[in-house]
């Protein structure tokens, strides 16, 4: 039946609204509402379902730099956009163009995809910024969407899983289900595949809590990616922040990413997203003109100070999102507010999380935006989890941001690497990460899980990967194999890339393991890469922004089970002893422990304290940690080794001891009583229990 397109084209004055942005249907109709302080005059455009331009209505009031009007008969379905009226002074910062379509930021919904074409620049292709293009932008443009807000949740709810106990899986919505035998062919890549029986089974098999996803916000393909024949798979390119990516939707109904999130929350998974709020897809002054800029370039992006011509960019992106504006910084917030309220979602993982709190005198952990979040009460219930950096002046900030944030934590990967690939000098690096690297986090009351430890993520090697290649191989990116960091602390093992040795490829196992042990007995909240459970590969590509391929996607067709059974063991390991390997607060030594706290004390191989002189032994490859309950040495107690050498006499602490985890053992679950001195195996991470 087709739908009703039968509405008023007279604004109904009282019952327009300006409290609430976006496009909001109330059963009878509908509010739009746009925000823009230098227009001088906001017509709203309305398409028919074949894309048609059947109405331009100027938005009858404005107060505070908000533009809105309420059409009575407007219902869910109805496409429309935006142009926008104001002066057209480059030099000063303002961009109006009313000859370009523009999407609403608060568009929940949209239609159509981007067709990359000259009109959609605000200016002539190959001309001078400074002069306006007056072609039609709107052939080429997506519609934003009024979106039917009813949904059953049937008293579903955020989960709210406690920190310590925490597993992320970080991962990609297509990229997880594109290739899984279990999901049907017809939902593979979208949400609807994501919440498939098959796919929630393996992260509950695998010990998962929480579901990290890559950025599904409303975003656009690159054109000059297009033109090579790439696309930007990460989606690190937004254009609005409450559309969900129409390229993961098996129809345009927002409805099947809360069906999804609905299945996962009923299984108790946790759904956290990796949200873009520090710039957008409109690039710098040279870029298309898509929404934002062409709304209000002088709010809603940083401009320089001395050229408000140019944007301020601290994101390696041309623009910079203009968050200590007050009108951004609510958009951001709401929508935040919207994802968590109106989707249901955990938290978020803020992408180039420093741009966020630049303030005129740099970087401020006590900027508007991080108290924004802190008094939100909506938001500060939620996980918060900080990227702590950009590439501005002074924008690497791990440790710095404020609770209840926590942090990725670069130098967890980095030194975790280089320990297990034999680098000299590691072990007192090693010996901050396991718990929880105290120097960067172990301030301002900050708890033991502010530090998200991982050793992989999408950025980089996968972990297979860094024991598979000692050299980047990016050459299908196109860029001459230039583009991607060459800092990966990566050790092929005898052979670059695949590999017929069965020795080679049983030492390669044999190292993932450990790595992934002593990650998931590691203080804080571990954090691993979908697939790297079961040994997944890139071929070597560090940088699989552009790939959305089967180089990109999880290869589950032959999934190495060894590592795979070895991780799901952490993981009910890292359970069932949450309170020594997950502690809520930081470790002390002994004498400094408290009742809440747990008792470190450093073991040498042969069965002393460490002193000074074992952490300046540049040769050592092995360290152990005992634990104990609240410092008390008549405490139950638990001993990690970390081997990263070869096999190694070990004395254990007096008394007898349970081995109950050796990740060199297949299975790596065992129980074996042990005293006096033993062997640790070559490259394993072993884990005791007081007899």
């Given at each position: 039946?087709?739908?009703?397109?039968?509405?008023?084209?007279?604004?109904?004055?009282?019952?327009?609204?300006?409290n609430?942005?976006?496009?909001?249907?109330?059963?009878?109709?509908?509010?739009?509402?746009?925000?823009?302080?230098?227009?001088?005059?906001?017509?709203?455009?309305?398409?028919?379902?074949?894309?048609?331009?059947?109405?331009?209505?100027?938005?009858?009031?404005m107060?505070?730099?908000?533009?809105?009007?309420?059409?009575?008969?407007?219902?869910?379905?109805?496409?429309?956009?935006?142009?926008?009226?104001?002066?057209?002074?480059?030099?000063?910062?303002?961009?109006?163009?009313?000859?370009k379509?523009?999407?609403?930021?608060?568009?929940?919904?949209?239609?159509?995809?981007?067709?990359?074409?000259?009109?959609?620049?605000?200016?002539?292709?190959?001309?001078?910024?400074?002069?306006?293009?007056?072609?039609?932008?709107?052939?080429?443009?997506?519609?934003?969407?009024?979106?039917?807000?009813?949904?059953?949740?049937?008293?579903?709810?955020?989960?709210?899983?406690?920190?310590?106990?925490?597993?992320?899986?970080?991962?990609?919505?297509?990229?997880?289900?594109?290739?899984?035998?279990?999901?049907?062919?017809?939902?593979?890549?979208?949400?609807?595949?994501?919440?498939?029986?098959?796919?929630?089974?393996?992260l509950?098999?695998?010990?998962?809590?929480?579901?990290?996803?890559?950025?599904?916000?409303?975003?656009?393909?690159?054109?000059?990616?297009?033109?090579?024949?790439?696309?930007?798979?990460?989606?690190?390119?937004?254009?609005?922040?409450?559309?969900?990516?129409?390229?993961?939707?098996?129809?345009?109904?927002?409805?099947?990413?809360?069906?999804?999130?609905?299945?996962?929350?009923k299984?108790?998974?946790?759904v956290?997203?990796?949200v873009?709020?520090?710039?957008?897809?409109?690039?710098?002054?040279?870029?298309?003109?898509?929404?934002?800029?062409?709304?209000?370039?002088?709010?809603?992006?940083?401009?320089?100070?001395?050229?408000?011509?140019?944007?301020?960019?601290?994101?390696?992106?041309?623009?910079?999102?203009?968050?200590?504006?007050?009108?951004?910084?609510?958009?951001?917030?709401?929508?935040?507010?919207?994802?968590?309220?109106?989707?249901?979602?955990?938290?978020?993982?803020?992408?180039?999380?420093?741009?966020?709190?630049?303030?005129?005198?740099?970087?401020?952990?006590?900027?508007?935006?991080?108290?924004?979040?802190?008094?939100?009460?909506?938001?500060?219930?939620?996980?918060?989890?900080?990227?702590?950096?950009?590439?501005?002046?002074?924008?690497?900030?791990?440790?710095?941001?404020?609770?209840?944030?926590?942090?990725?934590?670069?130098?967890?990967?980095?030194?975790?690497?280089?320990?297990?690939?034999?680098?000299?000098?590691?072990?007192?690096?090693?010996?901050?990460?396991?718990?929880?690297?105290?120097?960067?986090?172990d301030?301002?009351?900050?708890?033991?899980?502010?530090?998200?430890?991982?050793?992989?993520?999408?950025?980089?090697f996968?972990?297979?990967?860094?024991v598979?290649?000692?050299?980047?191989?990016?050459?299908?990116n196109?860029?001459?194999?230039?583009?991607?960091?060459?800092?990966?602390?990566?050790?092929?093992?005898?052979?670059?890339?695949?590999?017929?040795?069965?020795?080679?490829?049983?030492?390669?196992?044999?190292?993932?393991?450990?790595?992934?042990?002593?990650?998931?007995?590691?203080?804080?909240?571990?954090?691993?890469?979908?697939?790297?459970?079961?040994?997944?590969?890139?071929?070597?590509?560090?940088?699989?922004?552009?790939?959305?391929?089967?180089?990109?996607?999880?290869?589950?067709?032959?999934?190495?089970?060894?590592?795979?059974?070895?991780f799901?063991?952490?993981?009910?390991?890292r359970?069932?002893?949450?309170?020594?390997?997950?502690?809520?607060?930081?470790?002390?030594?002994?004498?400094?422990?408290?009742?809440?706290?747990?008792?470190?004390?450093?073991?040498?191989?042969?069965?002393?304290?460490?002193?000074?002189?074992?952490?300046?032994?540049?040769?050592?490859?092995?360290?152990?940690?005992?634990?104990?309950?609240?410092?008390?040495?008549?405490?139950?107690?638990?001993?990690?080794?970390?081997?990263?050498?070869?096999d190694?006499?070990?004395?254990?602490?007096?008394?007898?001891?349970?081995?109950?985890?050796?990740?060199?053992?297949?299975?790596?679950?065992?129980?074996?009583?042990?005293?006096?001195?033993?062997?640790?195996?070559?490259?394993?991470?072993?884990?005791?229990?007081?007899?």
């Amino acid at each position: 039946m087709p739908r009703d397109t039968s509405f008023s084209t007279t604004f109904d004055l009282s019952n327009s609204r300006p409290n609430v942005l976006g496009a909001r249907f109330d059963g009878e109709g509908t509010n739009f509402a746009l925000f823009s302080d230098n227009a001088e005059r906001v017509d709203l455009c309305l398409f028919d379902d074949e894309g048609n331009e059947v109405q331009q209505l100027e938005l009858p009031r404005m107060e505070g730099g908000i533009w809105f009007g309420y059409l009575p008969g407007v219902k869910p379905g109805q496409a429309y956009g935006y142009r926008v009226h104001g002066p057209w002074k480059p030099e000063e910062g303002h961009r109006f163009n009313p000859h370009k379509l523009l999407l609403d930021p608060y568009a929940m919904e949209m239609r159509g995809y981007l067709n990359w074409d000259d009109a959609l620049f605000s200016y002539p292709i190959g001309g001078s910024d400074l002069e306006m293009d007056t072609r039609d932008s709107a052939p080429f443009m997506p519609r934003a969407v009024v979106a039917d807000p009813n949904f059953d949740w049937d008293a579903d709810r955020i989960l709210q899983h406690d920190w310590p106990d925490t597993v992320i899986y970080e991962a990609h919505v297509k990229g997880l289900t594109q290739q899984h035998p279990g999901v049907p062919e017809e939902l593979r890549g979208t949400f609807a595949g994501l919440g498939t029986d098959p796919v929630i089974e393996h992260l509950l098999k695998m010990g998962i809590t929480t579901l990290e996803l890559l950025p599904l916000h409303a975003m656009v393909q690159d054109r000059h990616l297009i033109e090579k024949g790439l696309s930007n798979y990460w989606g690190y390119n937004t254009i609005g922040f409450f559309a969900p990516n129409r390229m993961y939707l098996s129809g345009e109904k927002v409805s099947e990413v809360k069906e999804t999130i609905k299945k996962l929350h009923k299984a108790g998974i946790e759904v956290i997203l990796d949200v873009v709020y520090n710039h957008t897809a409109e690039g710098n002054h040279m870029g298309p003109t898509f929404s934002f800029r062409g709304i209000d370039n002088a709010s809603y992006y940083a401009l320089s100070p001395e050229n408000p011509r140019y944007g301020y960019d601290v994101t390696g992106t041309g623009n910079t999102l203009n968050v200590a504006h007050p009108m951004v910084l609510r958009m951001v917030m709401d929508s935040l507010r919207y994802w968590v309220e109106a989707m249901h979602v955990d938290g978020f993982r803020f992408d180039l999380a420093s741009t966020l709190g630049r303030e005129p005198d740099g970087f401020e952990r006590e900027g508007a935006f991080f108290n924004a979040m802190r008094q939100d009460p909506v938001l500060s219930r939620v996980k918060l989890i900080a990227e702590p950096w950009d590439v501005g002046e002074n924008g690497y900030q791990v440790g710095g941001f404020p609770w209840p944030f926590r942090e990725w934590n670069d130098k967890f990967r980095d030194d975790t690497r280089a320990f297990w690939r034999r680098d000299t000098s590691q072990s007192p690096k090693l010996s901050q990460r396991v718990l929880g690297s105290p120097v960067q986090f172990d301030h301002s009351s900050r708890p033991a899980t502010s530090s998200i430890n991982f050793l992989a993520a999408h950025d980089g090697f996968t972990l297979w990967d860094t024991v598979s290649y000692n050299e980047k191989h990016n050459e299908e990116n196109g860029e001459g194999n230039q583009d991607g960091h060459d800092h990966n602390i990566s050790d092929n093992m005898g052979a670059e890339g695949d590999t017929a040795n069965k020795a080679i490829e049983d030492h390669r196992v044999r190292r993932v393991k450990a790595m992934l042990g002593s990650l998931m007995m590691s203080h804080g909240v571990p954090m691993v890469l979908a697939g790297d459970e079961f040994g997944n590969s890139q071929d070597g590509n560090n940088n699989a922004y552009c790939q959305d391929s089967e180089l990109s996607w999880i290869d589950w067709s032959n999934p190495d089970h060894e590592i795979a059974q070895a991780f799901a063991a952490f993981s009910e390991i890292r359970r069932e002893y949450a309170d020594w390997l997950a502690p809520v607060k930081f470790s002390r030594a002994p004498e400094y422990a408290e009742a809440l706290s747990v008792g470190t004390e450093w073991r040498h191989a042969e069965g002393r304290v460490m002193t000074d002189e074992d952490w300046n032994d540049n040769e050592s490859e092995i360290v152990a940690l005992k634990l104990t309950k609240g410092g008390d040495p008549a405490a139950p107690a638990l001993l990690t080794i970390y081997n990263a050498g070869d096999d190694t006499d070990f004395t254990l602490p007096e008394g007898r001891w349970i081995r109950i985890l050796d990740s060199g053992a297949d299975p790596v679950r065992v129980e074996q009583e042990c005293e006096g001195t033993i062997t640790i195996g070559y490259q394993t991470t072993n884990l005791f229990r007081s007899a």
